[in-house]
Each structure stands twice: as structure tokens, then as C-alpha cells.
């Protein structure tokens, strides 16, 4: 079962790679690091609750789960 931590961290972890991505990118086009970073950081801010919806919502749909038993003798 996914906690709201592990969502959080996982988001957190993915967006660190994104991040860099997407300051790279923006200093390619910019050729401006203060810009690239706004841009960076910006994407990131976002990013994360945008994720982190998304995986909560994908935890309550019933599609492709299996079910923890109850109980085991």
C-alpha cells in the first residue's frame, strides 16, 4: 500500500531529474542560468503536486491491484 510519504518522496525523487532536465533545456534556448533556474524551479514546483494528484487518484482506482488478504493461517 502507497502512504502519502511514499508519494511525496517519490515525487520529490522524480522531480530531481526533471528538474535538471528541464533547467538544461531552458539554458540551451535562454542561453540565461538565472532564467534557466526561474524556469527550473518553477516546472518543479508544479510538477510535484501535479504528480503527487495523480498518484493519489491512481491509488484509488481498483484497476490492475491486488488486494492484500485479510487474514493467513
Not at 527550473?40 to 481498483?62: P, V
Amino acid at each position: 500500500m502507497e502512504t502519502h510519504l511514499r508519494s511525496i518522496l517519490k515525487a520529490v525523487s522524480y522531480r530531481v531529474v526533471g528538474t535538471a532536465v528541464t533547467f538544461v533545456v531552458a539554458l540551451i534556448l535562454t542561453k540565461k542560468i538565472e532564467l534557466a533556474l526561474t524556469i527550473g524551479l518553477f516546472d518543479t514546483c508544479l510538477k510535484i503536486g501535479a504528480f503527487y494528484f495523480h498518484e493519489r487518484l491512481w491509488h484509488k482506482i481498483k484497476i490492475g491491484k491486488i488486494e492484500p488478504v485479510e487474514y493467513e493461517i
